[in-house]
């Protein structure tokens, strides 16, 4: 059989541990035996994110600009720890998701992958609910301040000429004190790519604040989304999907009660708290997808799990692992599929789209890795066959061929 060929390269951004041998297996085993790959290939694996001082990291960046498509392996975010773990460290290296976001200033969308055995803790959710996060500000670049004796708190302002005071609260005891900020651009980013995403994935986009209390603060963001889905009501009202604002409590009172299937779009913080809990009632954290989107379009696609370090040491020692592949399997069908389809190449939209359904069935069939087997509800009416990670790809690769 002749192999798939692609004409525009992907941006492969490899990573560490576990998933940098996931990685590895999954286009061995399931990519290169069907498609002629073609990508440019960055190491952002702590060692080669370290012997080039970063800037490996924004060399991925600048490819993933240019090249419109990326999908990245998990990587090691060093933190004191690590340091000690890799005395050859010159720096604490800063996220390098940290770094690819600030570059392409995007909106992180996460996505549960979902099969029928496995039910969600929610009983009426009968498709995906994605989660996306605005990645700036709110209290993430806040100020503190701890007054240990009674007093009043100011606003102040400078705009480099005139400086504006706005009376806080006169207060009688020790108390606490924040200030945070968002800026219209990045709110606006936020918008745009939200709308794009919903568009592309012909889904409603659900979006809440709380701007009855945080009139200026949060009626800002509501305002913002306002005036952006005017440039794209015309397009949603041709593929059939809607723009919902609603309360942010009234939101998560009908997503409890919802049938799923939509995207929700969230501040910071709230998005930081809900995409938690709504990924882990739909299972696990190995089924998740996450694709960062610039407001131009851009695509980074990758699993929303880290590195599972517990499982690579035990790698290291020669024990055998059953690390699910899933989410990084989903995160090349996806970066795949949209290689496919600016560049117009429908069989590797195909491709992408068996390969998925190939992962599915397999998991349906019963065969899967140990983290999953306890999740299939006992009245699924399959036998569960709990088995090591080459040994599900290679069950995913039969089922494909
Ligand atoms: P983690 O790698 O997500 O793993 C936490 C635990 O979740 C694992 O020990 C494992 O549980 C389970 N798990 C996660 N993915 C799994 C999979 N594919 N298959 C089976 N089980 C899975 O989080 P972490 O241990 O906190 O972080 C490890 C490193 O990853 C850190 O250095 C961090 O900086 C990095 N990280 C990177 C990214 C990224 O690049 N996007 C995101 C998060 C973290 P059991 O051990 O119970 O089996
Ligand atoms: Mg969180």
Redesign the pocket.
Known sequence: MPKIQMSTPLVEID?D?MTRVLWRMIKDTLLMPYIDLRTEYYDLGLPHRNDTDDAVTLDAARATARLGVAVKC????PNRQ?MEEFPELKQMWKS??GTLRAFLDGTVFRAPITVPIIKPAVRSWEAPITIARHAYGDVYTGVEYRAEVAGQGFLQFDDGFNMESIDAQKLASPSVWRIMHNTDASIRAFAQSCFNFAAAQKQDLWFSTKDTISKIYDGRFKDIFDEEFGAYRAEFERLGISYFYTLIDDAVARVMRSRGGFIWALKNYDGDVMSDMVSSAFGS??MMTSVLVSPSGVYEF??????????YRKYLQGEETS???V?TIFAWTGALKRRGEIDALPDLVTFAEKLEKATLGTICAGVM?K?LAGLVESDAGVTVKSVNTQAFLDEIATRLG
């Open positions: 990573g541990e998990a990587t090691i975010t690590r390098p998701n954290l190995a990758e699993a929303a799990h880290g590195t599972v370090t517990r499982h690390t699910n592949p989410a890795t983290d």
